[in-house]
Nanobody
Framework: QVQVKENGGGSVQAGDSLTLSCVFS????????VAWFRQVPGKEREFVGE????????GYADSVRDRFILSRDKGQRTVWLQMNSLQPEDTAVYIC????????????????WGQGTPVTVSS
């Protein structure tokens, strides 16, 4: 099994940057990909970005491309989501997920999920 824990959420002003971390423990060697999703009450969970655990290949949603950057540490147990030029519409609970099967932007392809960390962006 794999445990997932997010850190780094908070409240910022529009235009600010914030970096979230996602730390893995347990059988991390079986993981293939890690993704970030975000959730706003009353709306569907939205894909933000994904990173291949082994190759570092990344993919992003159009809404965050060129503003958000995913990276991983050499030990491959931590993934960071650097969020730049934050806007009020980026306000959400950011949730990290891990998959042992797919490099995917579909939440159904992820088996392990964190509890989420809230990000609030004020104008």
């Amino acid at each position: 099994q794999v445990q997932v824990k997010e850190n780094g959420g908070g409240s910022v002003q529009a235009g600010d940057s914030l970096t979230l971390s996602c730390v893995f423990s347990g059988e991390t060697e079986i993981l293939l990909a890690v993704a970030w999703f975000r959730q706003v009450p009353g709306k569907e969970r939205e894909f933000v970005g994904e990173i291949s655990k082994n190759t570092g290949r990344t993919g992003y949603a159009d809404s965050v491309r060129d503003r958000f950057i995913l990276s991983r540490d050499k030990g491959q147990r931590t993934v960071w989501l650097q969020m730049n030029s934050l806007q009020p519409e980026d306000t959400a609970v950011y949730i990290c997920a891990a998959s042992k099967y797919y490099f995917s932007n579909n939440s159904r392809d992820y088996q392990w999920w964190g509890q989420g960390t809230p990000v609030t962006v004020s104008s």
